[in-house]
């Protein structure tokens, strides 16, 4: 399962601050990491009237992708889930790192701003640690300006074993941990001894059984 830790805390909390420098220091360690961040707006990104992504989507296309240099935006009827934007999406990352998302059950780490939210960290499914500029009694709690110790914390919780994804006729699959964990030293250790393998940190491995179609 690819990993993924939610940011939760309360509007103005000062999350987006707090991800942002959590990510930027993980990615200098070298990890590729993604971002998803929850809203209640709607309609953010709309497609001007007559451009040919709102044509597509008028001729009733379910899933339109734009691409630009360097970037590329995709249209959706549907809303996915947010398991499925984190294995369909962003299957090629390292980490997934969620700002929001309160109420899954994804691990979370609780940013505090205000002494009365502390009331309510029980509240929290999967709760692994606070940030919050003192001591709470019975989490891990990490300091606002302790964002090294923090990356630390993710690394060790979430980057130190290997993991694999797997995805049968474009669907993702769950594996058990003794699966996952099997799958991905398996393969680590095949292709650890091909010529270009060594020291291989993320593999992609595509196959096709014999069969129909």
């Not at 090629?92 to 059950?105: D, N, Q």
């Amino acid at each position: 399962m690819l990993p993924a830790i939610a940011f939760t805390g309360f509007h103005n909390a000062g999350k987006t601050t707090l991800v942002r420098r959590v990510v930027t220091t993980l990615r200098a360690r070298g990890y590729r990491i993604g971002v998803v961040k929850s809203t209640k707006e709607r309609d953010l990104v709309q497609e001007p009237p007559g451009k040919d992504t709102a044509l597509y989507r008028g001729d009733g296309v379910e899933d339109v992708v734009l691409l630009e240099p360097g970037r590329a935006v995709c249209f959706r009827e549907d809303a996915p889930s947010l398991e499925a934007v984190v294995f369909d999406l962003l299957g090629r990352c390292h980490l997934v790192v969620c700002e929001g998302f309160k109420g899954s059950s994804l691990p979370k780490i609780e940013v505090v701003a205000d002494s009365s939210a502390l009331s309510r960290l029980g509240e929290r499914k999967n709760l692994l640690a606070v940030v919050w500029r003192e001591p709470v009694e019975g989490f891990r709690t990490f300091g606002p300006h302790q964002i090294e110790e923090l990356a630390d914390f993710i690394e060790e919780t979430f980057l130190g074993e290997g993991w694999a994804a797997l995805w049968v006729n474009g669907r993702p699959v769950a594996m058990k941990p003794f699966v996952e964990r099997t799958v991905a030293t398996t393969v680590a250790a095949l292709v650890g001894n091909l010529k270009g393998g060594e020291g291989a940190r993320t593999v992609e491995l595509k196959i096709r059984l014999p069969g129909e179609g």
